[in-house]
């Protein structure tokens, strides 16, 4: 699908027409027989007439997004060459529309559609410099999303940790970034125990990758900004193994990490003036004779002792380490923000679709909120405690890696991360835990089943802002 701009109406195969508040401004009589109400994800194909009639029941941008994505699905079952529509403003959330609800993740079917290149004409009342950069900001963020959306659909045997380094490395090329890849000889000489205790069932290497965006130019960086991302590419829970349903789905483990890939992507196409570090622990959580067990005693980067409970609550183990080794080689950081599908307490607190934001600082997280809500996804905030943080409590180490009460497990997590957090840091860190968006079983909005691409778009808008 090709998008292009005009400031004139074209004349193509179908025209778009959203339909405001059930207001049904045109041809309402024919519509009313067809019993066209204008509700969400509603639309009715008139080809004759060469118009498509779109729901759009409120005027948000999410029921834009929703209302375009609706159409695209309605114009890939036909084999029209061209759309076109109007629109006053708003266009961003247009180009979100076209471009998030026109992904589908076909890689492994046999027969491959050969899809009618599509090319969609929107017409703006100018086209200006602040036009054009909305326009193609906008593209390029969709764009990262939609290559976020198949690192995370790709299967496990297709994408392990040295894969993902791999992509890494050619997003550093593509965009003129910094990348370090660290394998396990660097985890060892630098005491990372807890991150390499969790790959060594794997016949996959752990990888540490290490991207850097600075502005480029006479640019001065405005802030510092540090993304670390959980890349299991694959949990099986370790020894202590998840029951079959609860496995299924877990390649989507990696999702954190491929979302800060997916942010590092978008940065330098857009120009931002903040230099951006993104660090990734990727690793495979397996069962094997020298798989990490419960009752171990991990030692992480900065020394702290963490006595090993469960073995499914890797993702923590991961990220301590990432997190130590970010905090180690980025000095004067402004914020520093954590991705991770960290835990299933999440999905059943805040539901499916909702990002839980964790942290110390609460005008930060709200932030974060905002700019989450700002961009069409959706997050709210879980509050740390001292009674939750005293279920972490081990009789022989510094910390368990999981908490003694089974009640408020998105929490605890968080909490455990915090014990990686300078004093330094405390106020700077943002935990985010995209377990239930990340991915989802069945399609939602613009959103397909599958991969999401959680965490890219509302972490692009928190960065607009500063
Ligand atoms: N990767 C899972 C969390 C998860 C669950 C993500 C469902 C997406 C959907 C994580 O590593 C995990 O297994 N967490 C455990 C923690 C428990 C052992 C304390 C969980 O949530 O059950
Ligand atoms: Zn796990
Ligand atoms: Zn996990």
């Known amino acids: 699908m090709n998008l292009n701009l005009t400031t004139k109406k074209i004349d193509t195969d179908c025209e778009i027409v959203l339909v405001k508040n059930k207001k049904i401004k045109e041809n309402k009589e024919l519509l009313k027989s067809l019993n ?19 729901g759009c029941e409120n005027l948000d941008h999410d029921s834009i997004r929703i209302a375009i994505a609706t159409a695209v699905k309605k114009i890939n079952t036909t084999n029209f060459k061209s759309a076109y529509i109007k629109v006053k ?35 703006v009342s100018k086209i200006d410099k602040e036009i054009q950069k909305e326009f193609e900001g906008s593209v390029a963020i969709c764009n990262s999303v939609n290559m976020v959306r198949d690192f995370v659909n790709t299967t496990p045997e297709d994408f392990y940790p040295a894969i993902m380094a791999q992509n890494a490395i050619n997003i550093a090329k593509e965009n003129d970034l910094e990348c370090k890849i660290l394998d396990e000889d660097y985890l060892v000489e630098n005491n990372m125990g807890s991150m390499l205790a969790v790959g ?40 202590s193994l998840k029951p079959a349903d609860y496995m299924v789905n877990m390649k ?110 609460s005008m930060l997280k709200h932030e974060v909120v905002k700019s989450a809500i700002n961009s069409g996804e959706l997050a709210t905030t879980l509050p740390f ?13 510094d910390m368990s890696n999981i908490a003694s009460t089974r009640y408020g497990g998105a929490i605890t997590a968080g909490m455990f991360l915090d014990n990686f957090i300078t004093d330094e840091n405390k106020d700077k860190w943002v935990h985010l ?23 890219v778009r509302l972490t692009i808008e928190f960065m607009k802002n500063l």
């Open 36 to 54: 066209f109400k204008g509700s969400e994800e509603e639309c009715v194909l008139l080809p004759e007439m060469k118009k498509l009639y779109v």
């Open 252 to 361: 989507s483990d990696k999702g954190g990490g491929c979302a800060v890939l997916g942010i590092m992507n978008t940065i330098s196409a857009l120009n931002l003036p903040i230099e951006v570090h993104g660090i990734v622990g990727a690793v495979e959580n397996m069962i094997g004779g020298d798989a990490y067990k419960p009752d171990d005693v991990l030692t992480a980067r900065n020394g702290k002792t963490i006595e090993v409970k469960n073995t499914d609550a890797e993702g923590r183990l991961v990220l301590a380490d990432c997190l130590c080794y970010a905090q180690d080689e980025i000095e004067d950081i402004d914020y520093i923000f954590d991705y991770a599908t960290l835990t299933g307490a999440c999905v059943v607190g805040v539901g499916q679709y909702t990002n839980g934001i964790m942290g110390n600082n």
């Open 89 to 123: 403003d708003n266009l961003s959330s247009y180009v979100d529309g076209f471009e998030l609800g026109n992904y589908s993740f076909t890689k492994y079917k046999s027969e491959q559609e050969d899809k009618v290149e599509k090319n969609i004409y929107i017409e």
């Open 385 to 397: 405690n001292r009674y939750l943080k005293k279920t972490l409590k081990s009789e022989i180490a």
């Open 200 to 239: 060594r069932a794997s016949c996959h290497r752990s990888k540490l990758i290490h991207l850097t965006y600075k502005p480029k130019g006479k640019v001065k960086a405005k802030k510092k900004m540090v993304l670390v991302g959980k890349g299991l590419t694959y949990d099986s829970g370790g020894l």
């Open 433 to 455: 835990d995209i377990a239930g968006p990340a991915f989802v079983d069945a399609a939602w909005g613009y959103n397909p089943a599958g991969a999401s691409g959680a965490g």
